[in-house]
């Protein structure tokens, strides 16, 4: 049975990504104080340049009233002040010369016909809107209650601001773009460690319970690993504790049992009583015998911590010493081994092979044959199969043959119920899949073990 790994899709549905929250808290954090920090960048710009562009309208509407009395044009003056602060704030300033009753005496080109502020008196700076567009304008009182308003439409000052924004962002972009990658990268390696100790567990086997083992660990993997291997540790403790309870059962049951039967035999003797008398109880004692040899079996093949030693087991010589139960049945074995050997521990692949020829002789008909087969599977392993031509198992019980004391009923044949298990526990132990097909001919059973490349 194929146990779900780490990737399983089984597993993970439904769950949650500790990478992909930390790459979204990371990224998330790093996009909200960039967001910020522009904000913080074009709010002090805004700011400076602000400073810098009232300092020119400043300077030209000083220059427009000085200067446009004394001959030069009050363009001239507006070009001079430009000249003088420099083409790199790109400044374009509007200008108008405004009489005490608020008329316009001059204008710049482009300017607007209404005054800035009408009836202004005083020098200073300020923000007005004139038809639909907003103005930054500096007022400069003259002599004969003539003010010099030079002005600025904020849309410049915007624009400018804008295209500084855009400066920034793009490179901002890219950046963030590069500490995604980096952001992914490093955190895929620091969480590496998780993943090594996901697939140290899934590596295991349910007859390894030892402690996982991590290299180098993180402070805050520790905690996980000691809890789990101290569940590990309890666990490998309750198991070889009801080991030991099943085997020392079994144990000091068959003693008695085997002692039992000698006195039965012993009483017959004695009294001189027909075979018929107590051809019963040693049967019923000989079931109880089987029993709890094979509650010992089961005891035995338990999850153990010490890995299963396999070595080359050839089929032939094992086949051997089943032949004469064959015989003393009234039936015959039939080999077809195209694969002579295969490994695997010998004494459980014994005792499956025996329950298996066992459960066919008992089952087949007189007469009849049982054939074992072993051939190389397409992928690299081998198949060994035990068909016969007896009765059969009906299709909708064979699905509970593995089943511990499950016996099909109405075969007339006594039993316990465990041999199957026993095979289906040794083909566990070495990774191997067991099926039930239909037997030889179109009829009986077949029990197929497919085991895993070496």
């Not at 904020?154 to 400066?167: D, K, Q, S, T, V």
């Amino acid at each position: 049975m194929r146990r779900p790994g780490p990737a399983d899709p089984a597993t993970r549905r439904g769950g949650w990504s500790l990478r992909r929250r930390l790459l979204l808290a990371v990224m998330g954090t790093s996009i909200g104080l960039w967001l910020a920090s522009l904000a913080i960048v074009v709010g002090v710009a805004w700011f400076a340049t602000s400073d810098v562009f009232d300092d020119a309208l400043e300077e030209g509407s000083r220059l427009v009233l000085q200067l446009a009395p004394q001959g030069e044009t009050a363009a001239d003056a507006v070009r001079g002040a430009r000249a003088g602060r420099g083409d790199v704030l790109r400044l374009r300033m509007y200008y108008q010369l405004v009489a005490a009753d608020g008329q316009v005496l001059l204008r710049g080109d482009d300017t607007p016909t209404t005054a800035f502020v009408p009836g202004a008196r005083r020098e200073g700076k300020t923000t007005v809107r004139v038809g639909d567009e907003f103005w930054r304008v500096h007022v400069r009182p003259g002599p004969g209650g003539i003010t010099a308003q030079v002005a600025q439409p904020m849309e410049e000052r915007l624009e400018l601001l804008e295209e500084m924004a855009e400066n920034l962002a793009w490179p901002a972009l890219g950046l963030l773009g590069l500490l995604g990658l980096l952001s992914w990268f490093l955190i895929r390696r620091l969480l590496r460690p998780l993943e090594d100790t996901a697939m140290r567990i899934d590596a295991k086997s349910p007859h390894d319970l030892t402690p996982v083992q991590a290299e180098n660990p993180p402070r805050e993997l520790q905690p996980i690993l000691d809890a789990l291997n101290a569940l590990l540790a309890r666990l490998a403790k309750a198991l070889d504790s009801e080991r030991r309870f099943t085997a020392d059962a079994a144990h000091e049951l068959r003693t008695p049992l085997a002692a039992l039967r000698m006195r039965v035999q012993v009483i017959e003797r004695e009294l001189k009583l027909p075979g018929s008398h107590l051809r019963q109880l040693r049967a019923d004692l000989d079931r109880c015998t089987a029993l709890v040899e094979s509650l010992l079996a089961l005891a035995r093949l338990e999850p153990q911590a010490e890995p299963l030693v396999r070595e080359p087991v050839d089929l032939d010589a094992m086949l051997d010493g089943l032949d004469p139960e064959a015989q003393a049945a009234g039936m015959r074995i039939e080999r077809a081994l195209s694969v002579p050997q295969l490994r695997a521990a010998p004494a459980l692949l014994a005792s499956a092979l025996r329950n298996l020829i066992d459960n066919a002789l008992r089952y087949g008909r007189e007469g009849g044959r049982v054939r074992i087969e072993s051939t190389r599977l397409p992928q690299g392993g081998t198949r060994l199969a035990v068909r016969d031509d007896g009765t059969g198992v009906p299709p909708e019980q064979r699905a509970r043959l593995g089943e511990r004391f499950f016996r099909v009923l109405g075969t007339g044949q006594a039993g316990n119920g465990l041999g199957l298990s026993i095979v289906a526990r040794i083909a566990a132990l070495h990774g191997a899949s067991l099926r039930f097909e239909d037997g030889l001919d179109g009829r009986g059973l077949s029990v197929v073990l497919d085991f895993p490349p070496d």
